[in-house]
C-alpha cells in the first residue's frame, strides 16, 4: 500500500545513503523493516487500545482535530 509520511531532510538523506549502501533503489524496505520491529515491540494491550479507536470521533469533532493538526503543521519548524 502507498502512504504519504513527512521525513525530515536528515531523514530522508540518512535513509537514502543507508538505502545506497544495501543496494536498495529506494527507501521504502528500510521504513517497512522500522515499522515491523515498532509494531512487533508494542503489547498486545496496546494494539488493541489503538486499534479500538478507530472510528471514536464523531465528525465535528474530527473537523477539529483536522484544524489543529493544520494549524500545527503550518507553524513546524524542522531542526
Do not use: C, K, N
Amino acid at each position: 500500500m502507498r502512504t504519504t509520511v513527512e521525513i525530515t531532510d536528515e531523514q530522508h538523506r540518512a535513509l537514502s545513503a543507508i538505502a545506497h549502501r544495501r543496494g536498495l533503489r529506494g527507501f521504502s524496505p528500510l521504513v517497512q523493516e522500522a515499522l515491523a520491529g515498532y509494531l512487533r515491540d508494542l503489547s498486545a494491550d496496546e494494539v488493541d487500545v489503538l486499534l479500538g479507536l478507530e472510528g471514536v470521533l464523531d465528525d465535528a469533532d474530527e473537523q477539529e482535530m483536522r484544524s489543529r493538526i493544520d494549524t500545527v503543521r503550518a507553524t513546524w519548524r524542522a531542526s
